[in-house]
């Protein structure tokens, strides 16, 4: 089966689908890579608007692959192809919505937040829980959190690993909209649909301008986490916050 569905919704507005179900859509690296590379492609075509993604079987994603975390390492470095396909995501030039149902956690959090708009449903839960497997949000999530939240509530979900629910993003200024139940994708479809009537050089001005307020003085904060988070993919805390959550156990944690 394929790991990202690619439909258009009406002319101007592209659906892309995680597709993963049986690991709540986990984000491995080709499922990442399909991803990047259906946005360049909406990227290049013109008649493409603007892009909702979503999460397949009434979930967003539960975060990077757990399976292939374990195997990486500090060394893997800037070659990791993650890495592009993350930069990929984050530099689509054009509106993106997410629409989230169910768990949004870790990466599927962190992608979550690069959309331009986030629809949420009030009972979703979206939650960094990176700290319980020895490790911190590599994907931009962090800093985006901070941006948006300020420090203390963002110490407080990276610290503890603690979800939210859609309801609560949502008061916090961290999605554009919140809806019922079930209810994410047809209200993100429904935004998508006026967007992609508007006029597509303003937006694309309009969210650089936005990005460049929020974002881009930021960048060597970005670049601080990302260097972190490789830090300590080979940590002893890391192998065992992993086997943690493969065995169903608490974790005990070494600081090594
Ligand atoms: C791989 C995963 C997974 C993940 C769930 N599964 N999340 N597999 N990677 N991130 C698998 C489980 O092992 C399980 O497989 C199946 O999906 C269903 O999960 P359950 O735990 O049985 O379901 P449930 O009780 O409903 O709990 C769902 C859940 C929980 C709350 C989402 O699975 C969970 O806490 N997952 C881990 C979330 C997490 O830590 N995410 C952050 C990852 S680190 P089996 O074979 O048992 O059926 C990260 C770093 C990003 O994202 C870095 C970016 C650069």
Not at 149 to 160: D, E, I, N, S
Not at 164 to 177: R, V
Not at 231 to 239: E, G, I, N, R, Y
């Amino acid at each position: 089966m394929t790991d990202l569905l690619e439909s258009r919704h009406d002319a101007g507005v592209v659906r892309l689908t995680l597709n993963r179900p049986t690991v709540r859509n986990a984000l491995n690296t080709d499922l990442l890579g399909a991803l990047a590379s259906a946005l360049d492609r909406a990227a290049q075509d013109e008649t493409v608007r603007c892009v909702v993604v979503h999460g397949a079987d009434s979930h967003f994603a539960a975060g990077a692959d757990i399976d292939e975390l374990a195997e990486r390492s500090a060394s893997d470095g800037p070659g990791d192809p993650r890495l592009g396909h993350w930069q990929r995501i984050q530099r689509f030039p054009k509106p993106l919505i997410a629409a989230v149902e169910g768990y949004c956690l870790g990466g599927g959090c962190e992608l979550a937040l690069c959309a331009d708009l986030l629809v949420v449903a009030n009972d979703a839960q979206l939650g960094q829980p990176e700290i319980r497997l020895g490790l911190i949000p590599g994907a931009g999530g962090l800093q985006r959190l901070a941006i948006t939240l300020g420090k203390a509530r963002t110490m407080h979900l990276v610290l503890t690993g603690e979800r939210i629910s859609g309801g609560q993003a949502y008061d916090w200024g961290l999605a554009s909209q919140c809806c019922g139940h079930g209810e994410a994708l047809d209200t993100a479809l429904a935004t998508a649909e006026r967007l992609a009537e508007g006029p597509p050089l303003a937006q694309r001005l309009a969210k650089q301008a936005v990005l460049a307020v929020t974002e881009t003085s930021q960048q060597a904060a970005f670049e601080l986490g990302r260097r972190s988070f490789e830090l300590l993919l080979s940590t002893d805390d890391k192998a065992e916050g992993i086997a943690a959550f493969r065995d169903k156990r608490p974790p005990s944690f070494s600081g090594k």
